[in-house]
């Protein structure tokens, strides 16, 4: 069982209802549907793309999944979540903009906002009392893709490559796209966001994600509003 600090909206926000009806499942609630048709695209196809990120839900990594540590618990955990997240302020990101990142496509903040990334940062040290080491194992599927020295450092200390100065917040909307669609995807995200691409985005609220087993979907456990 692993569990993960994500922001996510509430599941009455109308952003995570777009999102939930993009990727064709809602975490919140469980509920399934069919991807949006893209034009000039085989379905079979775009449920491949959305299948990553179908599966962990719609959000943005803060403490990537982890097992809990020994003498660690859930209750405690939770408790912990909620004091952090009454702690902690909204923060407003002037425009969120759908953007490509390598061969996926994602919601990023248009410029970095300083308030955002000194948060994530701290939201990494809250909870890494919670956190049992990697295993080998993890830690060679993280190296696969290549990481840099710094990247290296935290994933052997935090858990994660990308966290503090190797940050990028980020709300997955595809997984890996193939180079011949990525244009046909990028124009259906688009029209899917429209009311929310280059709009302002208050990040008001934080879930525990939980996934059961190793490749179950992840799931919501608790969500706690800021401040």
């Known amino acids: 069982m692993r569990y993960a600090i994500y922001a996510a909206p509430s599941a009455t926000e109308p952003l995570w209802i777009a999102a939930a009806a993009w990727l064709g499942r809602d975490a919140a609630s469980g509920a399934r549907g069919a991807p949006p048709p893209v034009e000039g695209l085989d379905a079979g196809k775009m449920a491949h793309y959305l299948a990553d990120p179908?599966?962990?839900?719609?959000?943005?990594t803060l403490?990537?999944?982890?097992?809990?540590?020994?003498?660690?618990?859930?209750?405690?955990?939770i408790a912990a979540f909620e004091a952090f997240a009454g702690a902690s302020a909204p923060i407003l990101l002037p425009e969120l903009v759908i953007r490509?990142?390598?061969?996926?496509?994602?919601?990023?903040?248009?410029?970095?906002?300083?308030?955002?990334d000194d948060w994530a940062g701290r939201v990494v040290e809250a909870f890494e009392?919670?956190?049992?080491?990697?295993?080998?194992?993890?830690?060679?599927?993280?190296?696969?893709?290549?990481?840099?020295?710094?990247?290296?450092?935290?994933?052997?200390r935090w858990g994660y490559p990308y966290v503090f100065d190797a940050f990028r917040f980020h709300m997955s909307l595809t997984g890996k796209v193939a180079r011949e669609d990525a244009e046909l995807v990028e124009a259906a995200a688009r029209r899917h966001f429209a009311a929310f691409d280059g709009k302002p985005f208050r990040l008001d609220r934080i879930a525990i994600f939980i996934e059961p087993e190793p490749g179950a979907p992840f799931d919501i456990l608790a969500s706690a509003p800021l401040g």
């Open 63 to 77: 403490k990537a999944p982890f097992r809990l540590a020994e003498g660690q618990g859930e209750a405690e955990l």
């Open 54 to 60: 179908a599966r962990y839900g719609f959000h943005a």
């Open 129 to 156: 009392p919670f956190r049992a080491p990697l295993s080998e194992k993890d830690l060679a599927r993280r190296r696969v893709s290549g990481l840099t020295l710094q990247e290296e450092e935290n994933l052997v």
């Open 100 to 116: 490509r990142l390598g061969r996926f496509f994602a919601f990023v903040p248009n410029e970095p906002v300083a308030a955002l």
